[in-house]
Structure formats: C-alpha cells, structure tokens
Nanobody
C-alpha cells in the first residue's frame, strides 16, 4: 500500500530555497509516476512537476527554478525549490500512481501536504 508523507515545508524569504521530500512508507512507489502539486486556498490544485523514471516535466511557472528527483533506494522523491517567489506560497502535495500527467485526477495516491510560505 502506498503511503506518502511530505516534509520540508516552511517559511522562507523571496529568493531563498527549500527542499521538499516525499517518502513512501509502503515502499511500493518505484514503478509509479510521481508528481508534485500545490494549492492555494480557494483555488484548484495546480501541477508543479512530475517524474517518470528519469524523465521530468515542469510547469512553466517553475521551470528553471525547481528540480524534481527521486531516490529509489530510499523510496523518496524530492522537490528542490530555488529562487522562491511569494507567488510560490501554497500547500504542496506529493502524488503517485495512476496515469500521471499534469492533472490531479490522474493520480491515485496523495500525501497530507506541507505548507510553503515565501515572504517578500
């Protein structure tokens, strides 16, 4: 069973960096597409990045600033976020399973979310 647990969120000034981690305690995610989404209260969940094997794909809004990676030995996927902007403030969610892609409905498993706040 897939159980995703995010960590690494927090408060950072604009221009700063954070690294989010998503661990699969069920250790079954090796074959899954993994994604990161974010959501601001009152808005739809927004695609950020995904990884399938070694292939990665990013939303235009984060391209060049964020990097998704995975460590299969640790059953963990990471989101390195650099040059953060106030508009990056959101709850960030890790997702796994399903056909993947950029739509949240295509993922079968979700973590509980971690808050990222970027101050100006």
């Amino acid at each position: 069973q897939v159980q995703l647990v995010e960590s690494g969120g927090g408060l950072v000034q604009a221009g700063g960096s954070l690294r989010l981690s998503c661990a699969d305690s069920g250790r079954t995610f090796d074959s899954y597409v993994m994604g990161w989404f974010r959501q601001v209260l009152g808005k739809e969940r927004e695609f950020v990045a995904r990884i399938t094997g070694r292939n990665t794909y990013y939303a235009d809004s984060v391209k060049g600033r964020f990097t998704i990676s995975r460590d299969t030995a640790k059953s963990t996927v990471y989101l390195q976020m650099n040059n953060l902007k106030p508009e990056d403030t959101a709850v960030y969610y890790c997702a796994a399973g399903g056909p993947g892609g950029i739509e949240a409905r295509n993922y079968g498993y979700w973590g509980q979310g971690t808050q990222v706040t970027v101050s100006s």
